[in-house]
């Protein structure tokens, strides 16, 4: 599985972000998708994850994360960000037996005051 995050950037507090992680590959081995985050300086947090199949978005605070299976594509969605939420953004993926095996490369979001 592979896995591609992008649309980070640099954005002003009070705007909304929808990164997108698009997988590829064995997609048919992922069970659960994840988004984490690391600030500079901070260990890496878990941010929320999705079921690989299924009907319902994952709703937290600010953060919603949605699923196009169509597109092999999960969404996460920020909005009011603040400078706090400066970080680089990783997608996961954990297959049937547990355990985030699959991850991409990070997507930089900066939050400006």
């Known amino acids: 599985v592979q896995l591609q995050a992008f649309g980070g950037g640099l954005v002003q507090a009070g705007d909304s972000l929808r990164l997108s992680c698009a997988a590829s590959?064995?997609?048919?081995?992922?069970?659960?998708m994840g988004w984490f985050r690391q600030a500079p300086g901070k260990e890496r947090e878990f941010v929320g994850a999705i079921g690989w199949r299924g009907d319902r978005d994952s709703v937290k605070g600010r953060f919603t994360i949605s699923r196009d299976n169509a597109r092999n594509t999960v969404y996460l969605q920020i909005n009011s960000l603040k400078p706090d939420d400066t970080a680089v953004y990783y997608c996961?993926?954990?297959?049937?037996?547990?355990?985030?095996?699959?991850w991409g490369k990070g997507t930089q979001v900066t939050v400006s005051s």
């Open positions: 996961a993926a954990a297959g049937l037996r547990g355990g985030w095996g699959y």
């Open positions: 590959g064995r997609t048919f081995n992922i069970y659960i």
